[in-house]
Structures are given as structure tokens and as C-alpha cells.
């Protein structure tokens, strides 16, 4: 059991977690219970470098690679497979239990080793705005029912930033490094100013005797390339990478030495687009108005964002004080679309009480053929009960 949930009223921390169960389900949402114990492999792929290093994994008698769950939405995308094979059966899931993170010896009793859960998953549903909308605001009645009555929400659109990637006149491989490293600020400032300043194609440790070589229109002859590089170097393939693959790569380093660098004024719309933080209702308009400066057409993302929007309110989320922030994706890279966190003024934004968003691509990455949309938010109880009980850290 956690430091928080000990020093806690267990009893009374059970019985909140019981109340949200009830109300997810009344919702439609059936109730399991996954394992907690899962494989690595999956979670150190899909989660990101901030949680990947803080994920506690051990490797059993027989040499396989284990974790201890970090979340509870990985092993719910498994469990749906284990029913549904391919992934694009409707359903939806609740549940309430453990998670394990590693904190630093400094962590506060907000933060936890061992937490608690309570959370929904919804999979397979076509209209993705209403889903999204019907998520954010089953949260924020569960936690409007624990008592909870002061919080902020905080949103934003992975969605909106792929779509203006997309619009934007660079090569796909630059989309995405762009898009990969949209988590890593400092490293998606470095990346921007790489592709703007001409040495994209100048990355240290890398042949650039064997590059020059390489021609990116003729990638049948780079595997031959690199191959009797590799032998002249007296170097053996082994590791993880196919000759394929690092073919592949620099192939791209190839391009990128060639390549005209992106324009100045491409990489200044990138940046103010990111840069853009308003009341959630004012968003809309004024990425609008950065677009239309620079002739760019993302009008089908700005139409869905104005949907969920509506969707939200119409649900009865109060978003007067809802705040947009086009960086913010939380610290989870499986996110692909509309992201929120609900913030309570006695932890801060650090220690958000509940959040969520879509996952369209966590499915097919846990084995799904097809993209499976999805969409789902957990509750951080024990926070939610120490803000309750004004015993917030």
C-alpha cells in the first residue's frame, strides 16, 4: 500500500474509489481488473523517455522482461485484445487499482511510488470529438460527486499540432523528427533550429565520407554502401538495427546534406503556434488568425477542436475557466489527439487530480491490425481524497 493511502483513512479512501466504480458504470462502462504484473516491452515502447526510466522492471526465471504496471490504460488495450483480436469492437472499461512509478528520494506524499487509479477507456467509437467530450466529462461528474468543487482544467490538441506539421512544405522525415520530439521541448527547439540553419545533414559520429556516397535517389545501392563500409572498418553488424535500417538512416542524412534548409518563416509559425496558451474558448480564433497570416489551412482540426469544445459545455462542463495550451500533451507519448487535466488549486499543476485524452495509435502497437480509435482518463485518488480532506501536500 502506498505512503499516502497509509497515512490516509483506508477505509475511507476505499469507499471514494467505490463511489467513481459506481458511477462509471451506471455510465455503460463495465468494470475489470488487469494485471498488474504485464510485459516491458510494450510500456517501455509506447510511454516515453520521462516515464520509461520511471518504470520498475524485473526479469523473471525464464528470462522474461516484466514490469509492474505504470498506468492502467496499457494493460486495459491488452485485455480488449484478448477478447477482440483486431481491436475495433466497441466496448468500454472502468476500473480502480494500483499503478507503480519510481519518485526520487525528494518526491512529496503527492507523488507517491504506489498510487491508485480510478479510471474509463472507451475504444471503437467512430465520432471521436463526442467521445472525447463524453470522457472529459464523466471525469469531471465523478469528481464533482466525490465533492470535489474548486478545479481548473487544462487542455490541449496533439491533433491540432500533426495537422499543421502536415500542412507545412518539408520532407516527411523532417514531419517526423518534428512530431518525435514535440514531447522533449529543449530537444524540439534544437530540431527546429537544426532543419532552419542548414546543418540537419551534419550529425556527429556519423561516416560523412560514406554519406557523401549515398545517393537518396538510388536506395537500392545504399545497403551495398554501407555494407562495404562496415567490412573496410572491420565492423560487425550486431545490435537491434537491420542493414536495412541503417541504410535507411543515413539515406535521410544523405537528403538532409542536399536539402534546402526550412524557411525562417515556416520554423517562426511552428513556434508560435506552440506558443499559444488562452482561455480554451478564445483558442480557436486565434489560431485561426495565425494561420491565415501565413496562408496555412488547418481549418478540419480548428472545426473539430470548435466541436469538442461544444460537445464539452453542452455535457455540462463549466469551461469559463479552461485554459488551451497548444505545447501542453502531459507526459505520455501515446497520446495522438485531445489531451486534459483537471487541476486543483490546493496541489497545483504538477499534481493534476485527473487527466487524459485519445490514444488512436495504442492499439495497433499492442497488436491490433487496424488503428482502433480510442480515448480514455484516470483519477489520481489519492490526491482527490487529500484535497478533500484539506490534507493536501
Keep these: 500500500m502506498s505512503p499516502a493511502a497509509t497515512s490516509a483513512n483506508v477505509d475511507t479512501l476505499e469507499a471514494q474509489a467505490q463511489r467513481l466504480m459506481d458511477l462509471f458504470t451506471r455510465a455503460g462502462y463495465e468494470r475489470i481488473a488487469p494485471a498488474v504484473i504485464q510485459p516491458a516491452g510494450l510500456f ?33 488495450c491488452r485485455l480488449h485484445l484478448e477478447r477482440h483480436a483486431r481491436g475495433d469492437t466497441p466496448a468500454r472499461y472502468c476500473y480502480s487499482g494500483s499503478a507503480f512509478r519510481y519518485q526520487p528520494a525528494s518526491a512529496d506524499r503527492a507523488h507517491p511510488r504506489e498510487f491508485r487509479q480510478a479510471g474509463i477507456e472507451s475504444f471503437a467509437t467512430q465520432d471521436r470529438e463526442q467521445d472525447d467530450a463524453a470522457v472529459c466529462a464523466l471525469v469531471v461528474a465523478a469528481l464533482r460527486d466525490a465533492g470535489l468543487g474548486r478545479f481548473g482544467l487544462r487542455i490541449g490538441d496533439l491533433g491540432l499540432f500533426n495537422e499543421l506539421i502536415n500542412a507545412l512544405d518539408m520532407p516527411e522525415r523532417w514531419r517526423r523528427r518534428l512530431k518525435h520530439q514535440f514531447w522533449r521541448p529543449d530537444a524540439f527547439r534544437a530540431e527546429l533550429n537544426r532543419l532552419t540553419s542548414g546543418t540537419a545533414g551534419t550529425a556527429p559520429n556519423l561516416p560523412r565520407a560514406l554519406i557523401e556516397r549515398l545517393d537518396p535517389a538510388d536506395p537500392a545501392a545504399a545497403e551495398a554502401l554501407v555494407m562495404e563500409h562496415l567490412e573496410q572498418a572491420g565492423l560487425e553488424l550486431v545490435g537491434t538495427r ?20 526550412l524557411p525562417r518563416d515556416t520554423a517562426a509559425l511552428i513556434e508560435n503556434y506552440v506558443a499559444v496558451k488562452s482561455p480554451a474558448r478564445e483558442a480557436a480564433a486565434r489560431i485561426a488568425s495565425i494561420m491565415r497570416a501565413c496562408n496555412v489551412d488547418i481549418t478540419a ?93
Excluded: W
Excluded at 254 to 259: E, G, I, Q
Excluded at 323 to 338: D, I, K, M, P, V
Excluded at 370 to 393: D, F, N, W
Design 301 to 393: 482540426g480548428l472545426d473539430a477542436f470548435q466541436r469538442r469544445l461544444d460537445l464539452i459545455a453542452k455535457a455540462g462542463v463549466d469551461l469559463a475557466g479552461a485554459e488551451f495550451s497548444a505545447e501542453f500533451g502531459r507526459n505520455l507519448e501515446y497520446y495522438t489527439g485531445f489531451v486534459f487535466e483537471v487541476i486543483a488549486p490546493a496541489l497545483g499543476p504538477k499534481s493534476p487530480v485527473a487527466g487524459g485524452g485519445r490514444y488512436d495509435d495504442l492499439l495497433a502497437d499492442a497488436g491490433a491490425p487496424v488503428e482502433v480509435p480510442a480515448v480514455g482518463a484516470s483519477i489520481h485518488t489519492e490526491r482527490l481524497l487529500a484535497v478533500l480532506q484539506g490534507a493536501a501536500p
Design 44 to 76: 517501455l515502447d509506447v510511454v516515453g523517455e520521462a516515464l520509461r526510466a520511471r518504470t520498475y522492471v524485473f526479469t523473471d526465471p525464464d528470462g522474461a522482461e516484466l514490469c509492474l504496471r505504470p498506468d492502467l490504460t496499457v494493460p486495459t
Design 242 to 261: 537491420t542493414l536495412a535500417e541503417i541504410a535507411e538512416r543515413l539515406l535521410g542524412e544523405a537528403a538532409d546534406m542536399r536539402a534546402t534548409p
